[in-house]
């Protein structure tokens, strides 16, 4: 039975993954030459890997830095 596509989501394998696939393993290991043709595919080490974090952007304060302590006091009347 299928999913149906409103139950789908969208780029559901683009977010990391803990486990890589065989030829994976492989094409990272050959990236960092540690990969020999003569070697056995079979009992590949674990691989690290390596996810990326995307951070929120800083919004800028567009106030000066004095200005802030006026609107305590503003703050504190209105109470």
Known sequence: ????????????????????????????MQADDRWS??????????LRIVK?????KKKK???EPGAGKDDKKKAAKKK
């Open 1 to 28: 039975m299928t999913i149906d596509k409103s139950l789908k989501r969208k780029g559901r394998l683009a977010r990391t993954r803990n486990v890589l696939q065989r030829h994976e393993r492989i094409q990272q």
């Open 52 to 56: 990326l974090v995307v951070g929120k």
């Open 37 to 46: 043709d003569t070697q056995s595919p079979f009992g590949l080490p674990k």
């Open 61 to 63: 304060k567009a106030a």
